[in-house]
Structures are given as C-alpha cells and as structure tokens.
C-alpha cells in the first residue's frame, strides 16, 4: 500500500528549542493530517492542510502542505515537556484507497528539561 | 473534544476466548476506522466502514471481523483471541469523503495470555 515516511524517528532536544519534522510520499496526498499521542492514548489531532502550499499555525506549531503534494512538514517553536510524545503524519491517498487514512511511522520527541 | 468512546480500556484475556471490543461516537460521522498499534510503533488500518452495513477490510491483515449495525457503534470482535492479538486497537471516525479528519477513542489495550 502507499506509504508516509516520517524524519526523523526520534528528537532529543532541550527545553526552548525548535522542533522540525517532515513527511514524504512517493504519491499525491490532497490532505494532510498532523496528530500528536501520548503514552497509553490514542492520537489527537493537531492540525490539518488541504490545499497545496498552505501553511497553517496552532499555536505554537506550524504545518505546510509541500507544493508537490508529496510532503508535509511540521514544526514547534520553544519546545515545553508536555511537547513530549509522538508525532504522526497522516492523510487519505488518492485514487483507489481513498476512503481510508493511512499514516507515518511516527517521530518521537523527547526533551530534556 | 471528540466524542468517540472506546470500551474496555484495558483487557486481559486467556487465550481462546471470544471478546469484543467496543466503540461508539455520539457525532453522527459516517465513516469509522479500527487500527491496531504496538507500543510506539505506527498504526495500521485493520478494518473501515463507509456507513451502516459497509465494512472493509484494511492493509493489515487481522483475524477480527467487524459490524456496523448502527451509524453510532462499529465493534471488533475476536473469535478465539492468542497471545498474538496482544495489542492496542484503536477506534477512529471521520465525518465524510470531503472532510477526512479523523478523531481517535483513547484506545483498547488487549493483553492475551
């Protein structure tokens, strides 16, 4: 099946620093989809892109849907401890599949205070 | 907050035995997903439904089958459960074709032993 590709799989940072994170597809994904998990939780829905090139900010975080529609990338600006968790890309391929959400393998942020 | 509830939290079974797991939104979203995850690994798609009486199976192939009955509730059962099954099932839905964005029960944690 199409699949998403997350970079990096871990992040060790300290406390106040930026966070980048990207995802890629060897296909065309016409949205794009960010969840964040905690441990023992089921994903939360940080953001979502629809449309090619839009860049959209919750806050801290900030997603862009890539202008080939084959990448996403997220970032958290002045990273706090309740950051920590695991970060999913997700989206719903093009064409057949379209129905259901496929996802990354995740990037897993840990901070030291 | 998402209204998507996935009963029971946590489970530990003997091997053998039949269990169901539940979910059930109060949104009113036609479309629902299970996945199934190890612990901070990726999730994959087990089993879909468009609507009532619509269930696909997903990319992971899985020896539980799924109903869906009534819009609210999309239930996963497993036969004879092995140790295997010992996972998290996770429990999605989505409101239609054009908005894809999932939200997420807080997950089933299925210890077989």
């Known amino acids: 099946g199409q699949q998403l590709n997350q970079s990096p799989q871990s992040m060790f940072i300290q406390e106040g620093e930026d966070v980048s994170m990207n995802c890629t597809s060897s296909?065309?994904?016409?949205?794009w989809l960010w969840y964040k998990q905690d441990p023992g939780e089921g994903p939360v829905l940080l953001i979502a892109l629809y449309k090619a090139g839009e860049l959209t900010s919750n806050g801290r975080l900030t997603a862009q849907f890539g202008i080939t529609r084959k990448d996403s990338f997220l970032n958290i600006s002045a990273s706090i401890p309740s950051d920590v968790g695991i970060y999913f890309c997700a989206g719903p391929p093009t064409g057949q599949g379209a129905q259901k959400l496929v996802f990354g393998q995740g990037t897993r942020l840990t901070i030291n205070p | 907050e998402a209204d998507i509830y996935q009963t029971p939290r946590y489970l530990v079974i003997g091997t053998g035995k039949k269990i169901t797991l539940e979910c059930s939104q109060t949104?009113?979203?036609?479309?629902m997903y299970w996945y199934q995850q190890d612990p901070g690994m990726e999730l994959h798609l087990i089993h879909y439904?468009?609507?009532?009486?619509?269930?696909e199976k997903g990319d992971l192939s899985s020896e539980s089958t799924v109903s869906r009955i009534r819009t609210e509730h999309f239930p996963l059962t497993l036969e004879s459960a092995r140790p295997s099954h010992t996972s998290q099932y996770l429990c999605?839905?989505?409101?239609?074709?054009?908005?894809?964005?999932?939200?997420f029960g807080q997950g089933t944690r299925l210890t077989v032993v």
């Open positions: 949104m009113g979203h036609d479309k």
């Open positions: 999605a839905s989505s409101e239609s074709e054009l908005n894809t964005e999932a939200f």
């Open positions: 296909s065309i994904f016409n949205t």
């Open positions: 439904s468009y609507g009532v009486n619509s269930t």
